[in-house]
T-cell receptor, first 110, second 113 residues
Framework: GENVEQHPSTLSVQEGDSAVIKCTYSDSASNYFPWYKQELGKRPQLIIDIRSNVGEKKDQRIAVTLNKTAKHFSLHITETQPEDSAVYFCAATNDYKLSFGAGTTVTVRA | DTGVSQNPRHKITKRGQNVTFRCDPISEHNRLYWYRQTLGQGPEFLTYFQNEAQLEKSRLLSDRFSAERPKGSFSTLEIQRTEQGDSAMYLC???????????FGEGSWLTVV
């Protein structure tokens, strides 16, 4: 099955700086890569996703890049704000079953 | 609210008791999933329904766990003879046919004491 590794496990950034989270996957058949944001005690919320036919996707301050050859994808958050503080999960799938990374706890310092 | 709805949100039970969680997916979503999440980990896949048919069960789903979706709408997840290791958040999610985008509910927290 798919195995997704995520780094770093924790990330502390100064407000206004950028944050980058990286994930690698094992199954070359995976073709869909979503990112979820989860606040304490809340549901995972989809913030951005990318499909394997696209190398990069951007939505305001959030961007995701995908390198299929190397089997890794990354989340970039620019101009971080305190409300960006949360746990972020990457995931990968080639059908319906998402395999998640272990998560990155992002803390934005004011 | 047209999101995925789960209840109860919190359940504390004694070891050995049975518990049941309910999930109401987004209407018109044919696919329904159950995931389990423990502290500090990402969600882990448990099972998947296409309409009323349960098409896949993870090996994480021991024979004490049973999930149903009798009419292809809401789903229930029952855990029999609960153990302390069952303590976790049980997340339900749904998606459209042919769509990868999965929407999660708020989860049902289970604490087994």
């Amino acid at each position: 099955g798919e195995n997704v590794e995520q780094h770093p496990s924790t990330l502390s950034v100064q407000e206004g700086d950028s944050a980058v989270i990286k994930c690698t996957y094992s199954d070359s058949a995976s073709n869909y890569f979503p990112w979820y944001k989860q606040e304490l005690g809340k549901r995972p919320q989809l913030i951005i996703d990318i499909r394997s036919n696209v190398g990069e996707k951007k939505d305001q301050r959030i961007a995701v890049t995908l390198n299929k050859t190397a089997k890794h994808f990354s989340l970039h958050i620019t101009e971080t704000q305190p409300e960006d503080s949360a746990v972020y999960f990457c995931a990968a799938t080639n059908d319906y079953k998402l395999s998640f990374g272990a998560g990155t706890t992002v803390t934005v310092r004011a | 609210d047209t999101g995925v709805s789960q209840n109860p949100r919190h359940k504390i039970t004694k070891r050995g008791q049975n518990v049941t969680f309910r999930c109401d997916p987004i209407s018109e979503h044919n696919r329904l999933y159950w995931y389990r999440q423990t502290l500090g980990q990402g969600p882990e896949f448990l099972t998947y329904f296409q309409n009323e048919a349960q098409l896949e069960k993870s090996r994480l789903l021991s024979d004490r766990f049973s999930a149903e979706r009798p009419k292809g709408s809401f789903s229930t997840l029952e855990i029999q003879r609960t153990e302390q290791g069952d303590s976790a958040m049980y997340l339900c999610a749904s998606s459209r046919d042919g769509g990868n985008t999965i929407y999660f509910g708020e989860g049902s927290w289970l604490t087994v004491v």
